[in-house]
């Protein structure tokens, strides 16, 4: 029997090492399982609760799972690893009291790697697996089971890219006051299947525009959120079925329902609210975060995109529905500029916004071909080789500038000056 100064001693320690490591509830997850696509991009709302003061850190993906120990749970086996979520997806944010939520967006590259795994003969499962930080004890780590599928109905419903334009294409549309505009689409690519449930806004000049918060799909944010983003003008809804096929084209709304009536730049956004999806579903109750379901159908990883359209007449003239409000402005060298023999014209313009690249275009004055060259995005200069003055010989000639998208098409009118070139 030890003697009562031994117990005293003791329950001294065993006092002090309740102060000094307060007990931390271990964070629990739901889903705790989810099916995902083995061949493309999956992304799914997590709620992680149970946290209390921890701190969500980085998150992995893994083949295997080994013991945390001394921290609690179980982390990833560093020798199957598959990836790490990018810092810039990280969207995970604490919810109500004690809890997180997280949007586990699968990249292609890690379902690929796990697949490959499957094929040599590992499972057909996977793990997420992120670590919350504890500064007054060991660190926690929770796994979700990821289960390759063919990325179908049992995969939860949320989209993995999204693509809106007019068509035409046009960078920044521009049409005067009162004309209508030309029909667009959204291209959706996403997983699962279920309904899609959204709008079409459009935000007026003037009026403050949209954050990357006021841009996410309404499952992606946590439950208390959901009502407080930044409505605008409504324009027109849609309800629609995605059927288990991954890519679909949604009608924009009405062209004569978007206003343009006043001069400015609108913006036409795609809101997309959330929808009952039980493969994506997190049980509050069963981590402790509260009572009900949170349902997560439309969720996505990254902000839905902006179309703008401009009303207004452009300095040189009203533009056509395919050209875009950006004017491209000539710097140097001035128009008609006689360009010495001992010189070399550096020709400088500005930027337009969208442009995926310039073409210059060099012409004689029967508008025959000298020489073109194409450019850049981020290129707003060009110094022209000797073999242009060669070709050009003594006649006065033009240089143009075109803004390009990036399939090669003109988004905005070509500007040209002239100049010629001399002996002397």
Not at 151 to 168: E, Q
Request: hydrophobic share 40%; charged share 20%; glycine share 10%.
């Amino acid at each position: 029997m030890p003697d009562t100064r031994t117990s005293a001693l003791m329950l001294t320690a065993l006092s002090m090492l309740a102060v000094t490591a307060p007990a931390v509830a271990q964070v629990r997850v739901s889903p705790t399982g989810v099916s995902v696509n083995a061949m493309a991009a999956t992304t799914v709302f997590l709620t992680f609760g149970g946290g209390g003061p921890l701190t969500p850190a980085e998150a992995f993906w893994c083949g295997e799972l080994i013991p945390a120990a001394p921290d609690v749970g179980q982390r990833c086996n560093p020798s199957t690893l598959f990836g790490q979520l990018p810092a810039r997806n990280d969207q995970s944010q604490r919810s109500g009291t004690g809890a997180f939520t997280d949007i586990m967006s699968i990249p292609p590259s890690v379902a690929r790697r796990a697949y490959q795994a499957a094929v040599r003969g590992a499972t057909s499962t996977f793990f997420y697996v992120r670590r919350f930080r504890n500064a007054l004890g060991p660190d926690q780590y929770v796994a979700v089971t990821c289960r390759l599928t063919g990325g179908g109905a049992r995969v939860p419903l949320a989209l993995t890219d999204v693509r809106v334009a007019f068509d035409p294409p046009a960078a920044v549309l521009q049409v005067r006051a009162g004309d209508s505009l030309p029909t667009l689409a959204a291209a959706i690519t996403y997983t699962g299947t279920g309904r899609l449930v959204g709008r079409w806004e459009v935000v007026l000049p003037g009026e403050e525009p949209p954050t990357d918060t006021d841009l996410l799909t309404e499952a992606t944010l946590p439950l208390e959120d959901r009502g407080r983003q930044r409505r605008y003008t409504p324009v027109e809804r849609f309800n629609v079925f995605l059927p288990p096929g991954g890519r679909l084209t949604l009608p924009g709304p009405t062209p004569s329902k978007l206003p343009t009536d006043a001069e400015g730049t609108y913006l036409v956004l795609l809101r997309v609210e959330a929808t009952n999806d039980r493969e994506g579903d997190s049980d509050l109750g069963a981590v402790g975060a509260g009572t009900g379901i949170v349902h997560s159908g439309g969720v996505a990883g990254f902000p839905m995109p902006v179309l703008r359209y401009a009303v207004g007449v452009a300095e040189d003239g009203a533009l056509t529905a395919s050209e875009t409000a950006a004017p491209i402005r000539l710097l140097t060298p001035v128009d008609g500029v006689v360009v010495g023999a001992d010189s070399t014209p550096r020709l400088r313009w500005t930027s337009v916004w969208g442009a995926e690249g310039y073409r210059i275009d060099f012409v004689g004055e029967r508008g025959e071909p000298l020489l073109d060259a194409l450019l850049g995005a981020t290129t707003t200069r060009y110094d022209p080789p000797p073999l242009l003055r060669k070709a050009a010989g003594a006649q006065r000639i033009r240089w143009c500038v075109s803004a390009l998208d990036r399939d090669g098409a003109v988004v905005r009118r070509r500007v040209c000056r002239s100049m010629q070139f001399t002996n002397h």
